[in-house]
């Protein structure tokens, strides 16, 4: 018998016994209801908190059918999936007494199940009632093993379930094709992204804009958006930097037979990235650490060997280079095209794949402070020679190495900062408008940090653009949003933000500062270059003749500035209106005064 036909004789016989044995495995688990729920968190990517569970099931213990996508193919292959999911959700119900009614429960369901008239007589229904749990809190997650012919009935039988007040969610979105019309046809309340999206999304842009195609439709049609698959903290930081709000992934907690919380640092990382993402509204490429957008590739010793060097380039082809350290200290880096040049030679393979690489490294390479601002970092970058300029750069703290960054995130991000500042700038100034000094005071009052807010109005400016033109009356607003950021700046205040609420009134918050001095320099400044702007004549007579509001001439003062500062002194402050309304009292004593002056609450 030739060798061929007789292997092919073995695994049919293999298969025929493993085929007999999961047979009867699979009868006695549903016979014996040997069925293990285990949940798995899905947790809120803007606080940490856990939003609800998804139930899983697992085969016993040791059983060829212990692993669920074994148990599930099983029970399709012998037609059980009914009575085997039945079980499942079973086994998922009784464990839900002790789950908070206001967690989502994500019950995997089959279309093919779906449409079963088992399934619509209410039998999930009845589960949900013994545990007096929440409707709309139960969401079907639909998972596609299986093709679903017929589209619009399947829809149907959807909308029956959630007029009830179930909720939709497809699994696997992005896998293929059919995952994407399932999510066009059913409409669905979640979509849950396959991991294989997830996988090393921080290093490759393709994902990264597919997930940011996924977010933004979803954001249109009021869909919730859950990553799955989350494994490491860049994936994590990725996905919060994107929007994403749920995720689900071992990183974040494994499927367990309790109701596990999320790790505790993980959940810290959580709610750091967000309050720095926050405050990236207020960042410029001058202002924003470079640590703050590095990626936390690991580092290597620089004994390494080539053939070390190559496997792991091997198995991470997104990743275009390694660091080499001394113990925690960067001492040069490996970039995958030169290294792979040297590889390329005629003995290279047999000189370099059992030496160490720290022969080939590049130990110039471009290494910088986690606080040095993206601005500087971008003038180092473009600095390098030109075979060096897209090489990685390599990011430290406190003198240890902490990670990477890559030119075309560095670019990436000074073009958002840049475009975020634009589009919520005053145009006249360029200052932050309205937007982001409410967010800005809002920060600071749930601080609890020592601060001055001091409101800058300008007096008699009406007059003087009615006289002078709203050309010369825009120099002034120029001139003043100038003399405010260069007194901050020269006065050494170590944090402070300059905003332009609008018109003439502008604000600055500033920290661990005697505002009585700052004010009375700013005034000063003011006083003196605020004359340019009128005439000889004018600046003789010390006033501008104009018509008032009731068409009556009138004699102005020539434009002065009233500052009002309210401080954090009482911690009486529990929002920005609250703060607005003392500034606006504390104005009307310095409006009282017929001069450039400041006031303190």
């Not at 490996?334 to 059992?354: C, D, I, P, R, S």
């Not at 102005?556 to 003392?582: H, M, N, Q, W």
Request: glycine share 6%.
């Amino acid at each position: 018998m030739p060798a061929v036909l007789c292997n092919q004789l073995v695994r049919h016989y293999q298969d025929t016994q493993k085929g007999e044995n999961d047979y009867y495995e699979l009868e006695k688990i549903i016979h014996n209801k040997d069925i293990k729920a285990v949940f798995q968190p899905i947790i809120s990517l803007l606080d940490g908190n856990v939003v609800g569970y998804e139930a899983l099931s697992r085969g016993p213990q040791g059983s060829s059918l212990e692993r669920p996508d074994d148990l599930f193919a099983a029970a399709e292959r012998f037609n059980k999936l009914w009575e085997l999911e039945f079980i499942c959700r079973s086994k998922a119900f009784d464990r839900v007494k002790g789950l908070s009614k206001d967690m989502m429960l994500f019950i995997n369901v089959d279309p093919n199940i779906i449409n079963d008239e088992r399934f619509k007589k209410g039998a999930t229904l009845e589960m949900v009632a013994a545990q007096d749990f929440d409707l709309s809190n139960i969401i079907f997650e639909i998972t596609e093993k299986n093709s679903i012919a017929d589209y619009k009935n399947f829809r149907k039988v959807l909308d029956h379930y959630t007029s009830q007040g179930y909720k939709i969610a497809i699994d696997d979105t992005g896998a293929g094709y059919s995952g994407l019309r399932l999510l066009a046809e059913t409409r669905p309340q979640f979509i849950k992204i396959d991991m294989d999206l997830v996988r090393d999304i921080d290093k490759d842009v393709l994902k990264q804009a597919l997930i940011k195609a996924f977010y933004e439709f979803s954001v249109v049609m009021n869909m919730k958006i859950i990553a799955e698959g989350i494994e490491t903290i860049d994936e994590l930081n990725t996905l919060i930097q994107i929007g994403i709000p749920y995720g689900q992934g071992y990183l974040l907690q494994r499927p367990a037979a309790e109701f596990l919380t999320i790790h505790s640092l993980v959940k810290e990382n959580i709610i750091s990235k967000n309050k720095q993402k926050k405050q990236e509204a207020f960042h410029t490429p001058l202002t924003m650490p470079i640590g703050e957008i590095s990626r936390r590739d690991p580092g290597f010793p620089e004994g390494i060997t080539g053939s070390q060097a190559l496997e792991y380039f091997n198995e991470n082809p997104h990743l275009m280079g390694i660091t080499l350290l001394q113990g925690e200290v960067p001492v040069g880096l490996l970039m995958k095209n030169k290294f792979l040049v040297h590889l390329a030679t005629q003995y290279g393979v047999a000189v370099y794949m059992k030496r160490s690489v720290g022969s080939l490294m590049d130990n110039q390479a471009l290494i910088v402070d986690y606080d040095m601002p993206l601005e500087q970092v971008s003038k180092l970058a473009v600095a390098r020679y030109e075979d060096s300029l897209y090489d990685y750069i390599v990011v430290t703290q406190y003198g240890k190495y902490y990670g990477i960054i890559t030119v075309r995130q560095l670019l990436e991000k000074t073009t958002q900062l840049e475009i975020n500042r634009a589009k919520h700038s005053n145009p006249l100034s360029g200052l932050p408008g309205n937007i982001l000094i409410e967010e800005k005071l809002q920060q600071i009052i749930e601080s609890r940090e020592s601060y001055s807010v001091l409101y800058f109005d300008l007096d008699n400016f009406k007059a003087y653009n009615d006289t002078y033109g709203f050309d010369n009356g825009d120099k002034i607003l120029c001139m003043t949003a100038q003399l405010i950021q260069l007194q901050l700046k020269s006065a050494n205040v170590a944090e402070y933000f300059v905003g332009h609420i609008g018109g003439d009134d502008f604000i600055a918050i500033v920290h661990g500062v005697d505002v009585a001095p700052l004010c009375q320099t700013i005034i000063d400044y003011f006083d003196v270059r605020i004359r340019g702007f009128y005439t000889e004549e004018d600046q003789k007579i010390e006033y501008i003749v104009a018509k008032n509001r009731h068409g009556i001439e009138e004699e102005y003062p020539i434009v002065s500035l009233s500052i009002a500062v309210v401080t954090s002194r009482e911690c009486k402050f529990k929002t920005p209106a609250d703060l607005g309304e003392a500034a606006g009292a504390v104005k009307k004593k310095c409006k009282m005064v017929w001069r450039s002056c400041y006031c303190i609450d």
